[in-house]
């Protein structure tokens, strides 16, 4: 079945880095765009970045630009987000997605279990 | 990057029906889809597109647009709707993506 599972979170100092990676089976990886998402404890969803199918095309929320880099392996069907110069508002549940988009618009589907990143010193 | 807006906090009788909006200028560009999330458990997506609803999404769910409001009604609700519910579009620049506030759905 269509499966991503997230990996790499936990606790870090603030303007400390972590690479958060989303392994993906079920589907062919490559044909799909991918996206990250956040959660801060007891908030709604963020948006932060995603990625086409090849790497080519990649947007950042404001709140992570310069900051985070989002980039994939279709050989691995991995996605990654290294995160660097880490603050205290980072702190959230991490989610990847799939991106499906058609004139019916975009949509996340399925979603992975999350990883928790804690900034904290 | 623009907004969506979503009423805090909805309540409906069990078996009632609910209606559920999110309101943002890029609503009236793209179409919104909508995601359930229980407590301690990753988002869901519900309804996408026109009015789609992904396989194993109950028929009592269902999604409308008119202008810059979008809406995800649950017709019938039951105990285990509750949850919270937000809506997700592209932003007016179109690069960017963008949720809603977030609504908390409770049946009584």
């Known amino acids: 079945q269509v499966q991503l599972v997230e990996s790499g979170g936990g606790l870090v100092k603030p303007g400390g880095s972590l690479r958060l990676s989303c392994a993906a089976s079920?589907?062919?990886?490559?044909?799909?765009?991918m996206t990250w998402i956040r959660q801060a404890p007891e908030r709604g969803l963020e948006w932060v970045s995603y990625i086409d199918s090849v790497g080519a095309t990649i947007y950042y929320a404001d709140s992570v630009r310069g900051r985070f880099t989002i980039s994939r392996d279709n050989a691995k069907n991995s996605l990654y987000l290294q995160m660097s110069s880490l603050r205290a508002e980072d702190t959230a549940i991490y989610y990847c997605?799939?991106?499906?988009?058609?004139?019916?618009?975009?949509?996340?589907?399925?979603w992975g279990q999350g990883t928790l990143v804690t900034v904290s010193s | 990057s623009s907004e969506l807006t979503q009423d805090p906090a909805v309540s409906v009788a069990l078996g009632q029906t609910v209606r559920i909006t999110c309101q943002g200028d890029?609503?009236?560009?793209?179409?919104a889809s909508w995601y359930q999330q229980k407590p301690g458990q990753a988002p869901l997506l519900v309804i996408y597109?026109?009015?789609i609803r992904p396989s194993g999404i109950p028929d009592r769910f269902s999604g409308s647009s008119s202008g810059n409001t979008a809406s995800l009604t649950i017709t019938g609700a039951q105990a285990e709707d509750e949850a919270d519910y937000y809506c997700h579009s592209r932003d007016s620049s179109g690069d960017h993506y963008v949720f809603g506030t977030g609504t908390k759905v409770t049946v009584l």
């Open positions: 079920g589907f062919t990886f490559s044909d799909y765009y």
């Open positions: 597109g026109k009015n």
């Open positions: 890029s609503l009236r560009s793209y179409y």
């Open positions: 997605a799939r991106v499906s988009s058609s004139w019916q618009g975009d949509w996340f589907d399925p």
